[in-house]
């Protein structure tokens, strides 16, 4: 399980932090698919392989894959009852998944990650941070998404075509 992912990003969306809230209303009143990056806060990581380009190289890669679904991760629920949803290959789902049931159990034991997740805070008694998505921008099978929140996953899949020309605009406005 080593090669699963070692970068993980941590998100916020626009439910739950101020200023993805304000970018996401921006995308309602103009009545256009928000981007990714108006959908979700992207938490500061820390690290500078979270830098250079590395989430926009990640959410080009993401969006152009085939074979991509969201599943469930059956028998994981959080504190709340909550599922487990995923975004990934469909030939890498159980590896992704035991990679996730680990993360849950806050069990490092069989992989490293550059920074901490905080995903364990979930299934205990008090939820700590303010996260409800997270991002392997370096994951197998060219990255995978992970949430508790279905809907907020689905608009994250929906988001990534729209998220890719905007970064495609950006990159020609700059040459």
């Known amino acids: 399980m080593s090669n699963i992912a070692y970068l993980v990003q941590r998100c916020s969306s626009y439910n739950l932090h101020p200023l993805a809230e304000m970018k996401m209303l921006e995308a309602i009143e103009e009545n256009r698919t928000p981007t990714v990056y108006e959908l979700l806060d992207f938490d500061y990581m820390g690290s500078s392989e979270f830098e250079w380009g590395a989430v926009p ?3 080009r890669t993401l969006e152009s894959q085939e074979d991509f679904e969201i599943l469930q991760v059956l028998d994981l629920e959080n504190s709340a ?8 290959a469909t030939k890498h789902f159980e590896e992704i998944s035991e990679f996730i049931r680990s993360l849950s159990k806050m069990d ?3 992989f490293r990650l550059k920074e901490i997740t905080y995903f364990d805070d979930y299934f205990g008694p008090e939820k700590k941070h303010r996260y409800d998505l997270w991002f392997a921008i370096d994951g197998i099978g060219g990255g995978f998404v992970w949430s508790f929140n279905k809907d907020l996953l689905q608009e994250f899949v929906v988001g990534l075509p729209v998220t890719v020309d905007y970064l495609n605009a950006k990159k020609a406005a700059r040459n």
Not at 81 to 88: A, H, I
């Open 57 to 59: 190289k990640a959410i």
């Open 81 to 88: 009852g909550e599922p487990v949803f995923v975004f990934c």
């Open 108 to 110: 490092y034991s069989n």
